[in-house]
């Protein structure tokens, strides 16, 4: 969108700066004019002239509306002056928090100041989107004026990262963060670097994510508009590859989704990939592992593992011995870890290891074989044919029917090849987009893992690199610090209310720390660096399926026109 060249004409007076209250340069209160409203959320602009003769220019959001009758004392007053024997006004006022002072002369507004909307080139300035080269679409305004990101602080020019916080299945997490991925695609701010940016997407709840590609039957007119109002086009995805674990105890490996039976490949790998690639760690994954003294029987067997010879089709041979299936290669190593007298073996368990922290490993080694041995195998011609690939535009790896220990090792090894990726491609761009919810899964608070440690390197060295994480989670109180702290952008929906007192969202004012306990879906508070005070952000409803219900057909779709169904009924109801 074009920025407006000049401030909305003859814009009417909103209020005045109340003289009652303290006008500081943070925060005033306005006394809102007859005849005139306003409400939270609202952009003001006012001016003060400087004893010089210059003027300065100061911008601010509403942060709290308040009414109250001028004259009464009690509160039973208030029968007496609806009945007219007291004689009382009702007035309004509106708190300002200050956005801008233009130039940057920080002294508060006089009292009686005229206060009006900001619009036009008004509201542009107040928001700072005049100083935002290239503008990314963030949502809409609830009178559907559009609202923006600034680039640069989204694809590592100047920071990068993406966080979201909020109660499940209430602060539409994944649908905002699958909204900010198709902005980035389809509004033009990455210009020509859009056809080689990628995503990829972990799938971690339902089969929402798996239908990206298909335009959204109950997407109606109106929802289809606001689209238009941030300068997007309406449609699904049109780049989008799918995997999905193979089915376990299936003779073939057919993806396991109920709802989608077609474009979509199921991924695993060979027992030489487990081996050569060092993947034994990660099914080490939880945070509670790196307490415990088994650890380092993982490193020596992994090392032991790291000289098996490939056997064909993705087999090993391990001293002499082919494995073809990985309950055999779990077989092998408790055979190894072992020797004839039930002394734990230095060779594979390391010096010094007593037979109760070998027999802890192995425990722990067989509790994941039913969970993972149809991800790891050597019985399918082909293999290629079945890895992650992130050839398409936006990749999404399904992981929704995985135990939580199978999730923890797909997620973990999928990262860690697109990172190394990164690292050797040795330059930021083509950008490389990881969404991830349940960050508290993969990188808890307390404790160490794999997995957390290629997180915690994507938040702090992604920047360079040019790999960006889109995290989210439902209390930010859980997960590492500094992943949380590294991210330039900040987007909370609705909050549970002892997870909105936390200190990880002390950058939300106390008045939107209240309105986080009460946002609807499809609408979010979004902080960014080069703006003081988060907005409230709505985004239109998903125009890509996010279900098989509303899959509408493939190609082309003329998405203007009305659908049937409930107007009031809340679109964003049971979306992710």
């Not at 941030?230 to 049109?238: C, E, I, N, T």
């Not at 003779?251 to 991924?267: C, H, K, L, M, Y």
């Not at 067997?301 to 290669?329: C, H, K, M, Q, W």
């Not at 029917?401 to 797909?410: H, Q, S």
């Amino acid at each position: 969108m074009v920025p407006p060249d000049e401030p909305a004409p003859n814009a009417p007076l909103a209020g005045r700066v109340l003289g009652t209250e303290d006008a500081t340069p943070l925060d005033f209160w306005v006394a809102v004019a007859e005849g005139s409203i306003l409400q939270l959320d609202d952009v003001v602009a006012l001016e003060r002239v400087l004893p010089s003769g210059d003027e300065v220019r100061i911008y601010g959001v509403v942060s709290q509306v308040r009414a109250r009758h001028e004259g009464a004392r009690f509160d039973s007053d208030v029968f007496l002056i609806e009945d007219g024997v007291l004689p009382a006004e009702v007035s309004e006022s509106a708190q300002i928090l200050a956005t801008r002072f233009e130039p940057e002369v920080f002294v508060p507004p006089l009292p009686g100041t005229p206060v009006r909307r900001a619009a036009g080139a008004d509201r542009f300035e107040a928001l700072f989107f005049d100083g935002m080269e290239r503008r990314l679409p963030a949502g809409l305004t609830r009178d559907d004026e559009p609202l923006y990101l600034d680039l640069d602080f989204v694809d590592g020019t100047r920071g990068a990262h993406v966080n979201i916080s909020g109660i499940s299945g209430v602060a539409t997490k994944t649908s905002y963060a699958t909204f900010l991925l198709y902005s980035l695609f389809e509004s033009g701010v990455l210009g020509a670097e859009a056809v080689n940016t990628k995503a990829l997407v972990f799938n971690v709840k339902g089969e929402d994510l798996l239908w990206l590609d298909r335009p959204n039957r109950r997407l109606d007119e109106r929802q289809a508009a606001r689209y238009g109002r941030v300068g997007l086009p309406v449609g699904a995805f049109p780049s989008v590859a799918f995997f999905a674990p193979p089915r376990r105890g299936a003779p073939t490996p057919v993806p396991d989704v109920a709802s989608r039976d077609r474009d979509i490949v199921s991924f695993f790998w060979t027992l030489e990939d487990f081996c050569r690639q060092e993947l034994l760690p990660f099914l080490f994954a939880d945070a509670e592992d790196d307490r415990q003294q088994y650890t380092m029987v993982v490193h020596n067997v992994t090392a032991r593992l790291r000289e098996a010879a490939p056997a064909g089709d993705g087999a090993v041979s391990i001293e002499g011995e082919v494995v073809r299936n990985f309950r055999a290669l779990v077989d092998l190593v408790q055979s190894r870890l072992m020797d004839e007298d039930g002394r734990p073996d230095p060779h594979w368990a390391g010096p010094a290891i007593g037979a109760g922290t070998v027999n802890a490993f192995i425990r722990r080694l067989f509790g994941a074989v039913p969970h993972v041995q149809h991800l790891v195998r050597a019985d399918v011609p082909d293999p290629e044919r079945h890895r992650v690939a992130l050839e398409r535009q936006v990749t999404v790896v399904d992981l929704h029917n995985l135990n939580d220990r199978a999730k923890r090792f797909v997620v973990g090894v999928v990262l860690r090849k697109a990172f190394e990726d990164k690292e050797r491609a040795g330059q930021a761009r083509p950008l490389q987009f990881v969404v991830l919810d349940e960050l508290n899964k993969y990188a808890p608070r307390d404790g160490s893992s794999p997995i957390k440690e290629i997180l915690l390197d994507v938040a702090e060295r992604g920047r360079s690199l040019g790999m960006i994480l889109l995290g989210a989670q439902q209390t930010a109180s859980e997960v590492e610090r500094r992943i949380v702290a590294n991210s330039a952008v900040r987007v909370v929906g609705r909050l549970d209310a002892a997870e909105a007192a936390r200190g990880e969202y002390g950058f939300l004012p106390a008045a939107q720390r209240n309105r986080a306990k009460i946002l609807k879906p499809g609408t979010m508070l979004v902080a960014q660096p080069v703006l003081p005070v988060p907005l409230v952000v709505e985004f239109p409803f998903p125009a890509w399926a996010t279900r098989v219900s509303e899959a509408g057909p493939m190609g082309p779709t003329d998405m203007t026109g009305p659908t049937t169904g409930d107007p009031s009924r809340d679109p964003f109801e049971g979306l992710p």
